[in-house]
């Protein structure tokens, strides 16, 4: 029996006979209609656009081959119940940041974000050119999922508070949401780190069910409206230095479509992943003007919080390090990143500080 067998068998419990009692795909002249359930509120910018962007993308490429059925978060199954829904067969394909599910393997963070990890630019430099994509195949096949990246929110800020961080000390008994492993490295600075759906963070903040959240970003973040409860902005964060997100398709699903509608799909999560990062950086200079105006204190850590940020991610990833796969994907992600850092740091790095320097 292969690890995807067992894994469906024994460690995702009731998936198998919750499968059984759902009626089989449409077929009707080769079109085929898929649920796409997702992680995010309906209209949540940003990641909700890009859903919805990657599902319509599909149905106007197939030319009706493929429907898409896009379901919003508690619409089909919670926002953190995609997973069980695709790979049970209760739902076709999800879209969501696939760190949500580091309880299922920590290797999935890689393909969202993880700390002190890398930029947008690496990171697709890693996925299409490098071995990323073998890895996200690696860990599908585990689970019967076949996934592509399909958004990136590019760098996400370091979030809100309700009083300044002056040093790591002030993490200590900070109700923080943070998902992935940045959540868990906060968590070794003494913070409680909740884990809540985009759509319940407002609420939470509001309330004081939490002291504070990271969310994406300054275009994002205002939607969402965290400056009517606090001003303190943090526009740097050591998590997510580019979360991807992705769509993933039940594999039995993916492998009944025929060559053309899997390169649909497939190209849709591309051009889905360049659209939705262009979205966020067009509008996060703008917004961030917006909410200094509003009176929001743009605020960057100090080095001893980024220190300590280091510290602490490097034992969240020695925690893992027993995992082969884990071990795996790490070794490759780190040397992509080296060699991208590498030459992007003498080039666009060393053109943007002269440009800004020369131009103003």
């Known amino acids: 029996m292969d690890r995807r067998s067992f894994l469906r068998t024994t460690a995702l419990g009731g998936g198998a006979a919750a499968a059984t009692t759902l009626a089989a795909p449409a077929y009707a002249q080769g079109k085929r209609k898929l649920t796409m359930v997702s992680s995010w509120g309906r209209g949540l910018a940003g990641v909700g656009d890009a859903a919805e962007h990657v599902a319509a993308a599909i149905n106007d490429m197939s030319d009706g081959s493929l429907t ?74 585990i689970f019967g999922l076949k996934s592509f990246l399909a958004g990136n929110t590019g760098t996400q800020a370091g979030g809100w508070f309700r009083k300044e961080i002056n040093g790591p000390e002030d993490f200590n008994g900070l109700k923080f949401r943070m998902p992935g492993l940045g959540g868990k490295a906060l968590g070794h600075l003494g913070a409680s780190i909740q884990n809540l759906p985009g759509s319940e963070v407002y609420q939470a903040l509001a309330s004081g069910a939490i002291d504070g959240t990271e969310w994406i970003g300054p275009w994002a973040d205002e939607k969402a409206g965290f400056q009517e409860i606090t001003k303190f902005f943090y526009t740097a964060g050591f998590h997510e230095p580019a979360a991807g997100l992705s769509l993933a398709t039940n594999l039995d699903v993916f492998n009944s ?75 490759d992600y780190s040397k992509s990143m080296r060699e991208s850092s590498g030459w992007l740091s003498v080039s666009t790095g060393a053109y943007t500080a002269q440009r800004d320097r020369v131009m103003g």
Not at 77 to 103: K, L, R
Not at 302 to 323: C, I, L, R
Request: proline letters at 3%; a negative charge; aromatic letters at 16%.
């Open 68 to 141: 898409i059925e896009y379901k919003a978060a508690g619409e089909l199954v919670g926002a953190f119940e995609v997973f069980d829904a695709v790979t049970s067969g209760q739902a076709d394909m999800y879209h969501a940041a696939d760190y949500y599910f580091v309880s299922q393997h920590p290797g999935f963070a890689f393909f969202t974000g993880v700390p002190y990890g890398m930029t947008a630019t690496e990171m697709h430099n890693w996925y299409y050119h490098g071995t990323g994509r073998a890895h996200h195949d690696s860990l599908g096949e």
């Open 257 to 331: 479509l025929t060559p053309a509608q899997q390169k649909i799909i497939e190209a849709a999560s591309g051009y889905t992943n360049s659209w939705s990062l262009s979205q966020y950086l067009n509008n996060n200079g703008a917004a961030l003007e917006r909410l200094k105006a509003g009176g929001v204190k743009v605020l960057e850590f100090p080095d001893s919080v980024w220190d300590a940020f280091g510290g602490a991610s490097q034992k969240v990833y020695d925690e893992f390090m027993g995992d082969d796969l884990f071990k795996a994907i790490f070794d």
